[in-house]
């Protein structure tokens, strides 16, 4: 094993032992529209990864106040980290996708949903990294 592989692996169990809460990240399904009710409702969607993950907010984030439709919203960035071992999904996530804290040892996070907005790749990243905003 090179010093460099030594290096990452070392790297990647120190990340893997930050990743404290457990995340979904899901592809919601597309809405219909129901005419007898006259409501939009969603379609099931799929489950894209389940497991842990450490979602950490941006150090950048300042958090942005936006309008969207008819009230204000403040976007915060998050950076979501998972295990850089995992098995990538059969389908690759891509912005607008949805992540769910399911749970957390901090109670205040359980229930935060993001929504994704970008991805970051590297042979030697210690997580696979995952760019996303809070828009509450």
Known sequence: MSALEAALAA???AANQLQREVIQLHR???REFDWETGTDTPAEGSVLYEGRARVKASAQSKGEEVDAGERNVTLRE???SVSWATEPPITRPEPGDLITVNSSPDARMVGLTLWVTGLQYSS???AW???AEDRS
Do not use: H, M
């Open 11 to 13: 790297g990647r169990a």
């Open 129 to 131: 990294r995952i760019s």
């Open 124 to 126: 030697t990243a210690t």
């Open 78 to 80: 998050y950076v979501v």
């Open 28 to 30: 919601p399904g597309e």
